[in-house]
């Protein structure tokens, strides 16, 4: 009999290479859920924000219903610790600034609830939020590096604002200028700063 640990035993031929795809395998597994699991989580919020919003328009409920409701909900799961009355009033104003379920179950549903919490404060148009959103996921931002290219406002200085050069200059001047927008370093050049206008530029 072979008393020889697992781990000290020869593997045979092929047996590291489908170990590493097993291995691979495995984490996209974990990714995916992951994945499932924030979606599910960040649409719930976004239902229960809808929810909060269409009962105080329709039957006059104020703000102590969210107190009453973090309290009920709280009691009901315990091990939950996303139903403080901080965390239901921001699922009311995520619900209010996306009021379309179909932009939540794609681009903002894909984030994290920590980063929709940093688009919903740190900016106020629905398009700059989306942008940003887009960004996040095609980058794959940490909520850290997210809230750095907000203040820093990264896609305004790279051209990813949404602008009317279209449809304001004749076609060549239009494109010029998109392509302006787009390198940060023609900013810094020219003197303007993050807090420079569309008109002046």
């Given amino acids: 009999m072979n008393d020889k640990p697992a781990s000290l035993t020869t593997p045979p031929d092929g047996y590291a290479a489908w170990l590493a795809e097993l291995k691979s395998r495995i984490h996209s597994a974990q990714q995916r859920a992951t994945l499932a699991v924030n ?15 269409q009962r105080q328009a329709e039957q006059g409920w104020g703000a ?14 315990p091990e939950g610790k996303g139903f403080s009355r901080a965390n239901l009033m921001y699922m009311r104003a995520f619900a209010e600034a996306w009021p379309d379920a179909e932009i ?34 095609e980058h794959g931002w940490s909520r850290n590096v997210l809230v750095m290219q907000i203040e820093t406002r990264l896609l305004e200085r790279q051209g990813a604002a949404v ?37 002046e530029v």
């Fill in 39 to 53: 979606r599910e989580l960040v649409m719930l919020y976004w239902q229960i924000g809808q929810d909060i919003l």
């Fill in 64 to 77: 102590k219903v969210i107190d009453r409701l973090a309290h009920d909900l709280r009691t009901a799961f």
């Fill in 104 to 137: 939540v179950q794609q681009a903002v549903g894909q984030l994290p609830w920590g980063h929709n919490l940093v688009l919903l404060s740190k900016l106020k148009e629905p398009a700059e939020r989306l942008a940003y959103a887009h960004a996040a996921l």
């Fill in 163 to 199: 602008t009317n050069f279209e449809t304001r200059l004749p076609k060549p001047q239009s494109d010029l200028a998109r392509e302006s927008l787009k390198d940060p370093y023609r900013f810094d050049f020219l003197g303007l700063s993050a807090e420079s206008q569309e008109r």
